[in-house]
């Protein structure tokens, strides 16, 4: 695609729930991370992936979240038994692994209530 | 650790020059990046320094001194549009040479007429 997509936009969920929020890169964009910011926030490293392997997943606060990616394209991070303190904005990232820049898309608003 | 240090908050005034720091640790690096991020939008990128020395690109200027894990970005002719936070970002290089990148906290810059 022409750049990185993030679905949904928005997502309100209750409390305990499990949600899945999904990161499409721009083709042929092998690195992809995620972040987590929250209003008015500096944006917060969650996990990185170089092709479908995580080299770096010491960013996920805890074992509620996980993430994978397949195909080398699409990633999906998923939380568990979600708490008001996950409300953030999600953000995904992807580039090119020599690439200095990194394309991020439009981010998935999180609200647990 | 890893860490990068920048101003929460710089207040300027329209036409006028202003300077956003950065200082960074990390175990590894292989350049500084700044991106900007408006409200409710998603960080885009702005500039890359990989060595010591002056990068021009416009009214933006970003500057990195290795030595002294240091850079800045130089905003010239401010305009309102240039309300926005920025972020100072490393790209690190670690033993599997896997390379995430660290975003500082941000600094939000409030330009008046």
């Known amino acids: 695609g022409a750049g990185v997509s993030q679905s949904p936009s928005n997502k309100v969920t209750e409390k305990g729930k499990d949600v899945e929020l999904r990161c499409d890169p721009i083709?042929?964009?092998?690195?992809l991370y995620w972040y987590r910011q929250s209003l008015g926030q500096g944006l917060e490293f969650l996990i990185y992936?170089?092709?479908?392997?995580?080299?770096?997943k010491s960013g996920l606060p805890s074992d509620r979240f996980s993430a994978e990616r397949t195909g080398g394209s699409v990633s999906t991070l998923t939380i568990q038994r979600t708490q008001q303190e996950d409300s953030a904005v999600y953000l995904c990232?992807?580039?090119?692994?020599?690439?200095?820049?990194?394309?991020f898309g439009q981010g998935t608003r999180l609200t647990v209530v | 650790g890893q860490s990068l240090e920048q101003p929460s908050e710089v207040t300027a005034v329209e036409g006028a020059i202003v300077q956003i720091n950065c200082t960074y640790q990390?175990?590894?690096?292989?350049?500084l990046s700044w991106y900007q991020q408006h409200d409710g939008g998603a960080p885009t990128f702005l500039s890359y320094?990989?060595?010591?020395g002056l990068e021009e690109t416009g009214r933006f200027s970003s500057f990195l001194s290795r030595s002294d894990s240091y850079g800045y970005l130089l905003l010239q002719e401010l305009q309102m549009k240039d309300s926005a936070s920025y972020f100072c970002?490393?790209?690190?290089?670690?033993?599997?040479?896997?390379?995430?990148?660290?975003f500082g906290s941000g600094t939000r810059l409030s330009i008046r007429p």
């Open positions: 083709s042929g964009h092998t690195a």
């Open positions: 992936f170089q092709g479908n392997s995580a080299p770096d």
């Open positions: 990232a992807t580039n090119r692994r020599v690439d200095t820049e990194a394309f």
């Open positions: 320094n990989a060595l010591d």
């Open positions: 970002a490393v790209r690190e290089v670690s033993w599997s040479s896997a390379s995430k990148i660290i």
């Open positions: 990390t175990s590894g690096f292989y350049g």
